[in-house]
């Protein structure tokens, strides 16, 4: 990094002590955007760097509720509105233990670069609570959106902060949380949350859309060297919303999925993961990978090891950050992968991204790869704007587009800053331009 940005860096990490995904996420980006600034002296002198780097406002809530047994429980909820250059804030909201201000703050920064990317009018931000919703009723977690909410409406709006899902907020979630901002403020506000169901203004393919997009990514990338999925053999970590939409899409490309994960370990089907089942255990039951091998002979569930021990081709990571790190990257390359498209938010460490990288392995960060699902819901915003409802066909169309339009910026970006095939500069800069030049023109704000 040059000795500008450094500084910089350093001034991020004495402000924000004790935060180091937040940290890595904003390395990351200054790493790559030194040539920018030696090119546009113009955003050093109005210190749009520094003011990325600083959320414009962070919230901290108490959530109080009452479990099933009529325990008072307390759990802290946050939003982060990083920036809002480009338009209102747009990010999901997490609900798992881990989450604190550094998480919720790198997953903001991270969308502001993201959202930016995919061309569309939408800021960055981010939110989530410490909740853990496994193990709790329907009636808890009912319960707990309802108490997030009872905090969360006064700070976001269709026109200002439109929140959507992430780990552990999915279509249930989406509703819970619609349903009281709807009864608190007296306002059928559609845009206001993105992924609702498909009857009260949801988008079709907004549930599909982030793994969809992913996979459509890693066919673009691949291309580039004369090659596609089809035949490929593929493993993804993590069984949630977008693993279980990324192993959709890889198998109607003639790719085949051999494993998937969770928390507890990996399930490994050779002959191809059955997604219908896959759905039912996760979906319907909520239940754990083991089902699948109890109820399909040929296929192991393997717990307490590594998903990325499996040998493929083409990895997906799509659980969570930092699941893949020296030692999986090694892994992987002496498993033979040749791309790893992340469909998480940051799953790869920089010490295993290196590592990637010098083995010849493609690597597609997450900010460019897994930016379909935050396109479809400014999608959805659009659509509930103007009070239509696209086809699925259309919408699918719409996301393959902009994924393609996606891979073009990072590809084209990282060829005229000299660094061929390097996505991980291509997307970083590619987002920085946008945001810095809007920042410009809107002035010292
Ligand atoms: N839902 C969306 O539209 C988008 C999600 N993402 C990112 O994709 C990732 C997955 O999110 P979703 O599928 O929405 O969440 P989800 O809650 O539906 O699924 C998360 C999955 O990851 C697994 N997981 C969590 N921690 C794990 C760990 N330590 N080891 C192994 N597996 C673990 C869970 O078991 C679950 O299968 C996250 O990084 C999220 O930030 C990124 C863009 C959009
Ligand atoms: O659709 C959205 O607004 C949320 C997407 C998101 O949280 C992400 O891209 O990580």
Redesign the pocket.
């Known amino acids: 990094m040059s000795e500008t940005v450094e500084t910089v860096f350093a001034n991020v990490v004495q402000r924000n002590p004790g935060e180091p995904e937040f940290h890595q996420a904003v390395r990351e980006v200054l790493e790559s955007i030194g040539p920018v600034l030696d090119r546009h002296p113009e955003y050093a002198r109005a210190q749009v760097v520094e003011r990325i780097c600083e959320p414009e406002r962070q919230v901290i809530f108490r959530v109080p509720w009452e479990d099933d047994r009529g325990r008072v429980r307390v759990n802290r909820g946050f939003r982060v509105e990083f920036n809002s250059a480009l338009g209102p804030y747009?990010?999901?909201l997490r609900f798992h233990p881990s989450v604190y201000l550094g998480i919720v703050k790198f997953?903001g920064f991270?969308?502001i670069f993201?959202n930016a990317l995919t061309g569309l009018p939408i800021g960055g931000g981010?939110g989530g609570a410490d909740f853990d919703p496994r193990g709790r009723s329907e009636r808890e977690v009912m319960r707990f959106c309802q108490s997030f909410m009872t905090e969360l409406y006064r700070h976001i709006g269709a026109q200002t902060d439109?929140?959507?899902?992430?780990i552990g907020v999915g279509a249930r979630e989406i509703g819970y949380l619609f349903g009281q901002y709807k009864r608190i403020t007296n306002r059928y506000e559609s845009g206001v949350l993105?992924?609702k169901g498909l009857s009260y203004g949801g988008a079709q393919v907004?549930r599909e859309a982030?793994g969809y997009g992913a996979v459509f990514f890693a066919e673009e990338m691949l291309a580039r060297g004369g090659d596609g999925l089809a035949g490929r053999r593929v493993v993804v970590s993590g069984s949630g919303n977008v693993a279980v939409y990324a192993i959709e899409k890889v198998h109607q490309l003639g790719g085949t999925v051999v494993a998937c994960s969770d928390s507890t370990g990996y399930l490994l089907d050779e002959k191809g993961i059955d997604l219908t089942l896959l759905r039912e255990i996760k979906e319907e039951r909520r239940g754990r990978l083991d089902e699948y091998a109890r109820e399909v002979p040929h296929a192991v569930a393997v717990s307490g090891r590594t998903v990325w021990e499996v040998p493929c081709d083409v990895a997906l990571p799509c659980a969570t950050q930092n699941e893949i790190g020296g030692a999986e990257a090694a892994a992987l390359v002496a498993g033979g992968c040749v791309a790893v498209v992340e469909g998480a938010?940051m799953p790869t460490t920089p010490e295993a991204v290196r590592l990637l990288r010098a083995a010849g392995v493609r690597f597609a960060p997450g900010k460019a790869a897994?930016?379909g699902?935050?396109a479809v819901?400014a999608l959805e915003m659009q659509q509930n704007a103007s009070r239509d409802a696209w086809s699925f066909a259309r919408s699918e169309q719409r996301l393959r587009e902009t994924m393609r339009d996606i891979h073009a910026r990072c590809w084209d970006t990282a060829e005229e800053y000299g660094r061929p095939g390097d996505y991980v500069l291509g997307a970083n800069v590619a987002g920085f331009r946008r945001v810095a030049e809007t920042m410009l023109a809107h002035g010292l704000v």
């Open positions: 747009k990010g999901g997953l991270e969308q993201k981010k439109v929140p959507a899902g992430d993105t992924g907004r982030t938010n897994n930016a699902g935050v819901s």
